[in-house]
């Protein structure tokens, strides 16, 4: 009675296990297949890639021929090349890594390059340098003979290692043979092998990998735990080439330079006159000499007699050369290194003879096209002004885009006094009436110029005019001094205002049909911008021109130069 219940409750335990198997057995599939689709995720995770990079790639290599170039530690984007066994960086490469001397005579085609005493010059037979198309290159082993610096060449793809830098370094060896990746991480691509007891730079250390650069010029990243025998390492400089430091002839006080503009030999005799008034001016500029003709000859109004009189003041002269000469194509005269190098001695000769203490360029409306060759100007007569113990000053706008050519880098390198024009922030042709030179003008013209020039080099120029503006149908005005400019004021009925922004006098008037406007330059205006130039611990201020000012003005500048 009780085995047949009990042998039913068997076959049915038998049927349902007979049920579950299949589920059973497929989730046990399930859970083999998760398990060894995590140790499989797991051990890929851990796998080094053995993948390698592409070197063209990696060096940005987009076309054959093309030598990638580290400089001091690192890639730059600029590529070399080889021609002849001769390796060869571009010229623009060299200007703004290594030296900045250089300048490319398209005419004569030869390079040039200006040291604190001299020009020397390379043809292109010499193999120094190459050109293709509006690309110059510079051999690396002439380069080696003007500045201090290493060429390393390595193979696979051709690299060049460049260095002028030295330093400490911290070197280490590796236990075991190892690969350097782009990147940090077991899958990155190998760029390179390093073998047992091999050495590395570390340029970079992380908690598990570091940035290595190899002794074969590759910069990727190995494991720390591959490190042995850290160390820090002097770098021995090199030191073949003597290189001549460019010393500044400069004052050992404020200069304070007034121009006297002079229009001819018979104007000379007002001397007597612009200086009358002026207190603590000690660089008088007259304008005696300018550019004739394509082939760098000169014309000079200047007079020995001026001279002697100036210095029986205690002034200094520096005689101003310009480029007024409309019908001479300044570009023409400084990009032929043969008209160049005579208008250089013309002027240099002038001087001399004259006796004068310093030489003051004033090269306007130059175009971009001459900028370089206005720079090798700049280089080449100063090497002539050091010889001679002239002071060399050059006169410049206030930096904008459209005067950035003037490179005023190279000026504040080269020449003694870099000169920022304050003023004509609206001149003749303006399309809108404004300030000769208002407050954030000078400021502009002060802070861009520091970021090229240092402070003791610079000087800024103040106006000693204003212009009435008279808005009729058509904007028109006229430059005045000082004097001339309060008397049409005071005839016009105008009463003046301080405005902040332009830190200047303003007033305004219409009469009829003409509407007259004056932003006044004065002894109060001009004292707001020596106050600038005080903070900024400029080297002095320069005035254009003797004969416009009012007395008063003197007063504040020389309490300028006596700060």
Same mark, same amino acid.
């Given at each position: 009675m009780n085995k047949e219940p009990r042998n039913t409750r068997r076959r049915q335990k038998r049927r349902i296990l007979r049920r579950l198997l299949p589920a059973a057995v497929a989730i046990s599939l399930i859970f083999i297949i998760a398990f060894f689709w995590l140790l499989t995720g797991l051990f890929n995770k851990l796998r080094y890639s053995s993948a390698r990079a592409d070197l063209d790639k990696y060096f940005k290599?987009?076309?054959?021929?093309?030598?990638?170039?580290?400089?001091?530690?690192?890639?730059?984007?600029?590529?070399?090349?080889?021609?002849?066994?001769?390796?060869?960086?571009?010229?623009?490469?060299?200007?703004?890594?290594?030296?900045?001397?250089?300048?490319?005579d398209e005419y004569d085609d030869q390079i040039l390059y200006t040291t604190a005493s001299d020009t020397l010059v390379s043809k292109k037979e010499s193999g120094d340098f190459y050109t293709e198309g509006e690309t110059v290159y510079l051999a690396t082993d002439y380069l080696q003979k003007l500045v201090n610096m290493s060429v390393m060449v390595h193979e696979g793809p051709i690299r060049l290692e460049i260095k002028n830098t030295w330093g400490e370094?911290?070197?280490?060896?590796?236990?075991?043979?190892?690969?350097?990746? @782009?990147?940090?991480?077991?899958?990155?691509?190998?760029?390179?092998?390093?073998?047992?007891?091999?050495?590395?730079?570390?340029?970079?250390?992380?908690?598990?990998?570091?940035?290595?650069?190899?002794?074969?010029?590759?910069?990727?990243?190995?494991e720390n735990k591959h490190l042995k025998d850290e160390k820090k390492v002097t770098e021995t400089p090199v030191t073949d080439v003597q290189e001549e430091e460019i010393i500044h002839n400069l004052r050992d006080h404020k200069i304070c330079l007034g121009w006297h503009q002079v229009t001819s030999s018979e104007a000379n005799a007002t001397f007597d006159e612009v200086v009358s008034n002026t207190k603590g001016m000690n660089v008088i500029s007259p304008t005696w000499m300018r550019i004739t003709d394509t082939m760098g000859s000169v014309s000079c109004i200047g007079d020995t007699g001026y001279v002697a009189k100036a210095h029986e003041r205690g002034y200094e002269v520096w005689a101003l050369v310009d480029n007024f000469d409309k019908e001479v194509d300044t570009h023409e005269v400084l990009a032929h290194t043969s008209s160049r190098r005579i208008l250089e001695q013309n002027i240099v000769d002038e001087c001399l003879r004259l006796g004068v203490d310093g030489i003051n360029i004033d090269f306007e409306s130059l175009d971009s096209k001459t900028g370089k060759a206005f720079a090798q100007f700049i280089r080449e007569i100063s090497v002539m002004c050091r010889q001679q113990n002239l002071v060399l000053s050059v006169d410049n706008y206030v930096p904008r885009g459209h005067t950035i050519f003037y490179d005023r880098k190279t000026q504040g390198k080269y020449a003694d006094y870099v000169i920022i024009m304050g003023y004509d922030e609206h001149y003749a042709s303006s399309e809108e009436a404004g300030s000769v030179?208002?407050?954030?003008?000078?400021?502009?013209?002060?802070?861009?110029?520091?970021?090229? @020039?240092?402070?003791?080099?610079?000087i800024n120029a103040v106006p000693f005019y204003t212009?009435?503006?008279?808005?009729?149908?058509?904007?028109?005005?006229?430059? @005045?001094?000082?004097?001339?400019?309060?008397?049409?004021?005071?005839?016009?009925?105008?009463?003046?205002?301080?405005?902040?922004?332009?830190?200047?006098?303003?007033?305004?008037?219409?009469?009829?049909?003409?509407?007259?406007?004056?932003?006044?330059?004065?002894?109060?205006?001009?004292?707001?911008?020596?106050?600038?130039?005080?903070?900024?611990?400029?080297?002095?201020?320069?005035?254009?021109?003797?004969?416009?000012?009012?007395?008063?003005?003197?007063?504040?500048?020389?309490?300028?130069?006596?700060?």
């Open positions: 290599i987009e076309q054959e021929g093309q030598i990638p170039i580290m400089l001091n530690d690192e890639y730059t984007e600029s590529m070399g090349i080889m021609k002849d066994d001769r390796y060869y960086v571009t010229m623009d490469f060299a200007t703004e890594n290594l030296c900045d001397g250089f300048y490319y370094i911290e070197q280490a060896g590796i236990k075991k043979g190892t690969s350097v990746r @782009v990147l940090g991480g077991p899958k990155s691509e190998i760029l390179t092998d390093l073998p047992k007891d091999g050495t590395v730079t570390i340029m970079e250390k992380m908690d598990n990998w570091c940035k290595v650069k190899t002794p074969d010029g590759f910069i990727g990243y190995i030179a208002s407050f954030n003008f000078v400021q502009e013209g002060i802070e861009k110029t520091l970021m090229d @020039v240092d402070a003791a080099q610079v212009r009435i503006w008279d808005q009729e149908k058509d904007l028109t005005s006229m430059a @005045v001094g000082m004097a001339a400019a309060r008397d049409f004021a005071n005839n016009h009925g105008i009463k003046f205002a301080w405005d902040e922004t332009c830190a200047q006098d303003y007033g305004e008037v219409t009469e009829g049909s003409s509407k007259f406007m004056i932003w006044m330059e004065d002894a109060k205006s001009i004292e707001v911008k020596l106050s600038l130039m005080e903070t900024n611990s400029l080297a002095g201020v320069a005035c254009w021109k003797l004969g416009m000012e009012t007395p008063d003005v003197w007063d504040v500048i020389d309490a300028y130069l006596k700060q």
